[in-house]
């Protein structure tokens, strides 16, 4: 017989009750956007690291298997 699983509430307020629409810290400039507009901050690694360092695995990968193939069935 399968378990009975207990309902689980929903988590977000109804019709945005006791949701405030200011941020909790002032923000810089006094909340006006003077600063360069369209700047993102460097967060993200390169792409360029992750290509190679995924052909280099997939390479790793390849040399291994070749390794382990029997000649025998060749």
Same mark, same amino acid.
Request: proline fraction near 11%.
């Given at each position: 017989?399968?378990a009975v699983a207990a309902a689980q509430?929903?988590?977000?307020?109804?019709?945005g009750a006791d949701v405030s629409t200011?941020?909790?810290?002032?923000?810089? *400039?006094?909340?006006?956007? !003077?600063?360069? &507009?369209? %700047?993102?901050?460097?967060?993200?690694?390169?792409p360029r690291m992750l290509f190679l360092?995924?052909?280099?695995?997939?390479?790793?990968?390849? *040399?291994?298997?070749?390794? !382990?193939?029997? &000649?025998? %069935?060749?």
């Open positions: 017989m399968p509430t929903s988590t977000i307020p109804e019709e200011t941020p909790p810290v002032p923000l810089a *400039g006094g909340g006006s956007q !003077t600063s360069s &507009a369209g %700047e993102l901050p460097n967060t993200g690694s390169d360092t995924g052909l280099a695995l997939t390479l790793v990968g390849f *040399g291994l298997r070749l390794r !382990t193939v029997d &000649a025998d %069935e060749y």
